[in-house]
């Protein structure tokens, strides 16, 4: 147990609507970090938040937003899905910023599928 | 630049041991490692820093050539409950610059009785 969940767990979604997923992170971390993955492939960052700021961007389009609230909670939204939006969503949360000596915490994931 | 791990996949007997490379063209200024079970959220192994520094779990070692832009996890007298997918994260310039890691796509391990 990581001290990080997520919901939901599993979510079905059409292709042009919006959808949004929730991370409540290990309480003192200041820095929540989400990931898309894709069947049989790693977890590709998608933006890093720290203390309510987006700290961060991998190559992912404006559609995909976020939020970080001060109770350690955090969502991604995504608008207009398209087929390829269908993968596994991690966040994971770390003390500071990601990378270099910091451990991230995962959460399981929500599993996104557009149909 | 995605890391390249090695091999994509492993299948041991329980007790063999098991090597699991990661390979980086860029400077890396540290090797993350996590391994990931079948419908479950990545697990943190280990977190190898320039300079020889370690943190990670006691049971578990590995190593990082830093010159060669190289991490690998050794895994010896393997168990059952070492089967999974494992993935190196990178900490490049590159990473930095947009403020994370980044993933290879990670070698399936299994283990069998």
């Known amino acids: 147990e990581t001290g990080v969940t997520q919901s939901p767990t599993h979510l079905i979604k059409t292709r042009g609507q919006q959808v949004t997923l929730r991370c409540s992170s290990q309480?003192?971390?200041?820095?929540v970090s989400w990931y898309q993955q894709a069947l049989g492939q790693g977890p590709q960052f998608i933006f890093q938040?720290?203390?309510?700021?987006?700290?961060g961007r991998g190559n992912f389009p404006p559609r995909f937003s976020g939020l970080q609230f001060p109770n350690y909670s955090s969502e991604l939204n995504v608008n207009a899905l398209e087929l390829d939006d269908s993968a596994l969503y991690l966040c994971?949360?770390?003390?500071?910023?990601?990378?270099?000596?910091?451990?991230?915490?995962f959460g399981p994931g929500t599993r996104l599928l557009v149909l | 630049q995605q890391p390249v791990q090695s091999p994509q996949a492993v299948i041991l007997r329980e007790g063999e041991d098991a090597v699991i490379n990661c390979s980086s063209s860029k400077a890396l200024y540290s090797v993350h490692w996590y391994r990931q079970k079948h419908g479950e959220a990545p697990v943190f192994l280990m977190i190898?820093?320039?300079?020889?520094e370690q943190k990670g779990h006691e049971k578990i070692s590995a190593s990082f050539n830093e010159k060669k832009q190289q991490s690998s996890l050794y895994l010896t007298a393997s168990q059952l409950s070492y089967s999974g997918t494992y993935f190196c994260g990178t900490d490049t310039a590159e990473g930095r610059s947009q403020g994370n890691l980044i993933f290879g796509k990670g070698t399936k391990l299994s283990v069998k009785p």
């Open positions: 309480s003192g971390h200041n820095t």
């Open positions: 190898l820093l320039k300079g020889g």
């Open positions: 938040y720290y203390r309510e700021e987006e700290n």
């Open positions: 994971a949360s770390s003390l500071g910023l990601a990378g270099s000596q910091e451990t991230q915490y």
